[in-house]
C-alpha cells in the first residue's frame, strides 16, 4: 500500500481487526520548512479572520527551530512503533497516515487508500481529550476528506477509537513518567510542586465539551481527574505529600476572548512566590513532543524557572512509549469488535466514564459555523 509516509503491511487486513482492512493515523500536522510555515498556519486558521501579522508572531516559533515542526518526525516514529507492535501481535492490516493540516493530507491518504482496494479503516487521532478542537475538528476533516471522495465517485467508510484520556495505555504510561521525574527531587514536599499543562481553549469551547445533554466543561474536568489520579499514584508509590496544579500553555486567541487560565509562566511566578523551588511540569494535554511542548515548555517556560531560580523539571510525554503504544493497538482492537457486535470490555483509570466511539448529538459543538462530522450521531 503507498500512502505518503505510510508504513507498509500486506494489503489484506487481519481477522482480529474485521471488518477494518486498514488503520489511519490522523494527526495535526506542521511545516516542514520555513517555506512552508505560512502557509500552514493560514490552513490552521482559516475562516478566523486572523491577519498574517499576527500569524508571522506565531511563525517566529516555528522559525526558532528552522521552519520544522517536530511533529512528522514524532508521527512517523509512531507509526513505526505501531506496526511493530502489530507485527508482535501477527496484525498485518495496512497502516495510514494522513495530516489535517499538512502533507499528507488525509484526504490524499484516504484516495490512494480506496485505490489499493481499502473500503473501511479505522481511525486513531493524536489527541486523547474530548473538545473541539481536540475531537470534533478531526470528524469535521474526516467528513470533508469523505465528501470529496464522494464527489469523485469514490465510497469509503470511516471510523475512529474512542477518546482515550483515561484509557490506561495512556493514563498510566503518564502515571509512570511522572513518578520517575520526581522520584530524585531530594527537596520537602512543600517545596515541589506537580504542574500538569495542557493546551488552553477558549472558555466557550471547555463550557460546551462533552455531549449536547451534558453539564460542560467535559476537557477541563478530564484533565482535572487525570492530573488528581497521577498524582495520587506518584504520592503512593514515593512516600510524599505533593500538591498539583493543571495549567495552560499555547494560548492564540484575542485578549477580548477569554480563554482556560492560569498560564503555565504566571503560575511559575506565583509558586516561585509561594516558596517552591522545584516544580515538575508534566505535559498531560499532548501525545508528543510538538511545538506547544517544545516552545511554549521547554523555551518559554524554561526560560522562566530559569530567570525564578526555579529547578524545572519537565516530564516526557507518551511519544512512543510502549505502553502507550501498545494501548492505541488495544483500542483499535476494542473498537473492530465493537462493530463487529461483539460484547467488549472498555478498561478505564481513572474513573469508569468511557467516551463512546459514536459521539452523542451536540457533542462539542462548532460554535462558528456548523459543519457535518463523521463518527458522530447527529
Known amino acids: 500500500m503507498s500512502t505518503p509516509d505510510a508504513t507498509p503491511g500486506s494489503t489484506d487486513a487481519t481477522d482480529e481487526l474485521a471488518p477494518y482492512d486498514a488503520i489511519l493515523l490522523l494527526s495535526f500536522g506542521g ?22 501579522e499576527r500569524l508571522e508572531a506565531v511563525a517566529e516559533h516555528y522559525l526558532h527551530f528552522g521552519g520544522r515542526s517536530p511533529i512528522n518526525d514524532q508521527n512517523r516514529a509512531l507509526l513505526k512503533e505501531l506496526r511493530t507492535e502489530l507485527g508482535r501481535r501477527g496484525i498485518a492490516t495496512p497502516l495510514l497516515w494522513g495530516n489535517r493540516n499538512s502533507e499528507p493530507f488525509v484526504t490524499d491518504t484516504l484516495r490512494q487508500a480506496h485505490e489499493d482496494g481499502v473500503r473501511r479503516v479505522v481511525t486513531v487521532v493524536t489527541s486523547a481529550y474530548s473538545s473541539y478542537s481536540s475531537c470534533r475538528q478531526y470528524r469535521e476533516d474526516l467528513a470533508a476528506a469523505v465528501g470529496t471522495l464522494a464527489e469523485e465517485g469514490v465510497a469509503l467508510a470511516v471510523d475512529k477509537v474512542r477518546p482515550y484520556w483515561n484509557h490506561p495505555g495512556f493514563s498510566r504510561a503518564n502515571t509512570r513518567l511522572v513518578t520517575e521525574a520526581a522520584r530524585g527531587l531530594g527537596l520537602p514536599d512543600e517545596q515541589v510542586r506537580l504542574v500538569f499543562v495542557t493546551h488552553s481553549v477558549p472558555e466557550a469551547m471547555d463550557d460546551t465539551s462533552g455531549p449536547g445533554d451534558g453539564e460542560g466543561n467535559l476537557y477541563r474536568r478530564q484533565h482535572l481527574d487525570l492530573s488528581a489520579a497521577v498524582t495520587a499514584e506518584v504520592n503512593a508509590t514515593l512516600s510524599r505529600s505533593l500538591e498539583w496544579d493543571l495549567v495552560y500553555c499555547s494560548r492564540s486567541g484575542p485578549p477580548s476572548q477569554p480563554w482556560l487560565e492560569p498560564d503555565v509562566n504566571d503560575h511559575l511566578e506565583r509558586l516561585h512566590g509561594e516558596g517552591v523551588r522545584a516544580v515538575v511540569l508534566a505535559p498531560i494535554g499532548f501525545v508528543s513532543d510538538h511545538m506547544e511542548v517544545v516552545f511554549d515548555l521547554d523555551t518559554e517556560a524554561a526560560e522562566t524557572a530559569e530567570r525564578l531560580g526555579l529547578r524545572l523539571v519537565r516530564v516526557p510525554t507518551v511519544g512512543t512509549d510502549a505502553e502507550f503504544v501498545s494501548g492505541l493497538v488495544d483500542l483499535v482492537l476494542e473498537r473492530a469488535a465493537l462493530a463487529r457486535d461483539e460484547a467488549v470490555v472498555q478498561p478505564t483509570w481513572p474513573g469508569s466514564d468511557t467516551r463512546p466511539v459514536v459521539c452523542r448529538p451536540g457533542c462539542c459543538p462548532n460554535l462558528r459555523v456548523a459543519k457535518p462530522a463523521l463518527c458522530g450521531s447527529d
Open 31 to 52: 511545516p516542514e520548512a520555513p517555506e512552508e510555515v505560512m502557509p500552514f498556519l493560514r490552513r490552521v486558521t482559516a475562516g478566523r479572520g486572523i491577519p498574517d
